[in-house]
């Protein structure tokens, strides 16, 4: 079963979800003007990115810790 879902376009990233097989993935696509950011694989804590010139896809490899923020 594969299910997709895409939010609105905000400051030039589309937030997405994806289901595959009951696990759920979500991430972003940006699309820039000027700025290319080469071709890789950026791996950080929180996202995977990778790199296709002007064009970025972001997955998140686990949830943003934020049960603490601000007191």
């Given at each position: 079963?594969?299910?997709?879902?895409?939010?609105?376009?905000?400051?030039?990233?589309?937030?997405?979800?994806?289901?595959?097989?009951?696990?759920?993935?979500?991430?972003?696509?940006?699309?820039?003007l000027?700025?290319?950011?080469?071709?890789?694989?950026?791996k950080q804590?929180?996202?995977?990115?990778?790199?296709?010139?002007?064009?970025?896809?972001?997955?998140?490899?686990?949830?943003?810790?934020?049960?603490?923020?601000?007191?």
């Amino acid at each position: 079963m594969f299910n997709f879902k895409k939010s609105a376009h905000t400051n030039g990233r589309t937030r997405f979800s994806f289901k595959i097989l009951g696990k759920r993935f979500t991430g972003f696509y940006a699309k820039r003007l000027v700025k290319s950011r080469g071709y890789g694989i950026q791996k950080q804590r929180t996202f995977t990115q990778f790199h296709l010139g002007k064009r970025s896809i972001g997955i998140e490899m686990r949830k943003r810790n934020t049960h603490n923020f601000a007191g």
